[in-house]
């Protein structure tokens, strides 16, 4: 994933962009950067890896080597940003979030049109916020060439620029797929992906950016380049995963979405009577906690922690670059509550079941420690294609997915046709998929979030939302 945040103000503005910038570093775990703007200095930019440390602990000594009234920066999982671009339109820093799945196309038609050159990383993969910076300059203005690039793009790119003149121009990509709001306070205005970001910092609610409207952002107010689309369709997976409590997209709040979720799963088994045996609810932590949370409330079978996760050294299980590291560290943070384990029948809550890996050993782990069944809820239909529009769950192969090597194993391919009715539990199939994992994995019981349930727990219209992850659907 990755997100960005931008203030343009009247006073030095470098403390609310580093607050701004760490509150997104939950959305990547590779690269940081912050490029700022003073009068007398110019555009500056500084860029740093936070795969073994923390944003802020790489960018402490900020304040003494960039100082600016205008500033943005960058959390990213891939390519290092903001760059700082020299073209027809000025000088200017940008960061971009989303993907770009036609780069290898779109890097040909560039070269081939104006014989120019992109620098090349290891392996000779281009720096993506490099290639869509080449669309915006092949146009006359910055808004057209956003414009642009986000037609010529399949996937999704939300732009962020700093200009010379300390403007900031912010688009938001062609669909909506992602967020980009704007707060304002007396001194300026900021941009960003996580709304609390700015109103921590003081900031209050100015407006959400439709689907590919672009602005111009200076600390007088926004003015709009380009209108938004009719058409909308923001990533479901923003509420139920990604995004973070305190956040808001369209007017919804993550965590309040995450509660009603858990209470639509604990009615569905209420329904079912497939919770009757359980002695207490725990969510797989942490975004499994809030569905949760609302499973209890509603179930009325009591909330508890069987097990913690021990955070001060490593915070975040997926730091480590290497997949055995990552699941080595997964497993030493989880430290039992015995008394809430032994001989009990668990009832756990977890976002999502991607790959399963992890949630596997958490299992394994329950039952070393004495649980007497281990029962499993994904707050999410099961997940059946990989992103084609963002960077979770991008799989070289959707062979990765859990859900999809059992259907191999019960069907071969000719279970792919039949996607649909293993994703409903109420089908042969989809009774015979949820069988197999629990098989797989150890779990006394499966069930999964159906898209119809998601939907209503975010509580906007399903036209507006995209769900391609879960039914294949554009």
């Known amino acids: 994933m990755g997100g960005f945040f931008g203030i343009t103000s009247?006073?030095?503005?470098?403390?609310?962009?580093?607050?701004?910038?760490?509150?997104?570093?939950?959305?990547?775990?590779?690269?940081?950067?912050?490029?700022?703007?003073?009068?007398?200095?110019?555009?500056?930019r500084q860029i740093h890896s936070i795969e073994n440390s923390p944003f802020r602990t790489k960018f402490e000594h900020i304040f003494e080597e960039m100082k600016g009234t205008s500033a943005i920066g960058c959390i990213s999982d891939?390519?290092?940003?903001?760059?700082?671009?020299?073209?027809?339109?000025?000088?200017?820093?940008?960061?971009?979030?989303?993907?770009?799945?036609?780069?290898?196309?779109?890097?040909?038609?560039?070269?081939?049109?104006?014989?120019?050159?992109?620098?090349?990383?290891?392996?000779?993969?281009?720096n993506a916020t490099e290639l869509v910076a080449a669309l915006i300059d092949c146009r006359e203005d910055?808004?057209?060439?956003?414009?642009?690039?986000?037609?010529?793009?399949?996937?999704?790119?939300?732009?962020?620029?700093?200009?010379?003149?300390g403007s900031l121009i912010a688009a938001r990509d062609r669909l909506g797929r992602l967020p980009v709001l704007i707060g304002k306070s007396e001194d300026g205005l900021c941009v960003t992906f996580e709304?609390?970001?700015?109103?921590?910092?003081?900031?209050?609610?100015?407006?959400?950016?439709?689907?590919?409207?672009?602005?111009?952002?200076?600390?007088?107010?926004?003015?709009?380049?380009?209108?938004?689309?009719?058409?909308?369709?923001?990533?479901?997976?923003?509420?139920?995963?990604?995004?973070?409590?305190?956040?808001?997209?369209?007017?919804?709040?993550?965590?309040?979405m995450r509660y009603r979720n858990g209470k639509i799963m604990a009615e569905n088994d209420r329904a079912a009577k497939n919770n009757e045996d359980v002695d207490?609810?725990?969510?797989v932590p942490d975004s499994g906690t809030p569905h949760a949370i609302g499973y209890a409330n509603e179930s009325r079978i009591p909330f508890a922690r069987p097990y913690i996760k021990y955070?001060?050294?490593?915070?975040?299980?997926?730091?480590p670059v290497n997949q055995v590291d990552r699941n080595r560290i997964a497993k030493m943070k989880q430290v039992p509550v015995h008394e809430l384990i032994e001989g009990k029948s668990l009832l756990f809550v977890d976002d999502s079941i991607v790959r399963g890996t992890q949630l596997k050993e958490t299992v394994d782990f329950l039952y070393q420690n004495g649980a007497r069944a281990?029962?499993?809820?994904?707050?999410?239909?099961?997940?059946?294609?990989?992103?084609?529009?963002?960077?979770?769950?991008?799989?070289?192969?959707?062979?990765?997915?859990?859900?999809?090597?059992?259907?191999?194993?019960?069907?071969?391919?000719?279970?792919f046709s039949h996607l649909e009715e293993y994703s409903d539990g109420s089908t042969e199939r989809g009774k015979n998929l949820r069988r197999a994992i629990c098989e797989k994995m150890h779990f006394d019981s499966l069930e999964f979030q159906s898209v119809e349930g998601i939907v209503r727990a975010i509580g906007l219209s399903p036209c507006k939302l995209c769900t391609y992850c879960w039914t294949g659907k554009e």
Not at 10 to 31: E, I, P, Q
Not at 142 to 165: K, P, Y
Request: hydrophobic share 35%; net charge negative; glycine share 10%.
């Open 78 to 126: 891939y390519d290092p940003q903001p760059l700082l671009i020299r073209s027809h339109h000025g000088v200017y820093a940008i960061c971009v979030i989303g993907v770009v799945n036609n780069a290898d196309e779109l890097i040909e038609r560039y070269l081939s049109a104006s014989g120019g050159h992109f620098d090349a990383m290891t392996g000779g993969s281009v």
């Open 10 to 44: 009247k006073r030095d503005c470098m403390l609310d962009v580093f607050f701004g910038v760490d509150y997104h570093s939950h959305l990547g775990t590779r690269r940081a950067g912050l490029a700022a703007y003073d009068r007398e200095v110019g555009l500056q």
């Open 142 to 165: 910055l808004a057209q060439g956003v414009r642009f690039a986000q037609e010529q793009i399949e996937g999704t790119a939300s732009v962020l620029i700093l200009r010379e003149d």
């Open 195 to 256: 709304s609390f970001a700015y109103r921590k910092l003081g900031y209050e609610d100015e407006r959400e950016l439709g689907p590919g409207e672009i602005v111009r952002v200076t600390p007088e107010g926004v003015e709009q380049l380009a209108p938004p689309g009719e058409k909308m369709r923001i990533c479901a997976f923003l509420w139920s995963y990604y995004g973070y409590p305190n956040a808001t997209y369209e007017g919804v709040n993550v965590e309040e």
């Open 280 to 283: 207490y609810v725990g969510g």
């Open 311 to 319: 955070t001060p050294t490593w915070s975040r299980s997926f730091m």
């Open 374 to 415: 281990v029962h499993m809820r994904s707050a999410c239909p099961p997940i059946m294609y990989g992103c084609k529009y963002l960077n979770f769950s991008r799989a070289t192969s959707d062979m990765e997915l859990l859900a999809r090597r059992v259907i191999m194993e019960l069907e071969g391919e000719e279970g």
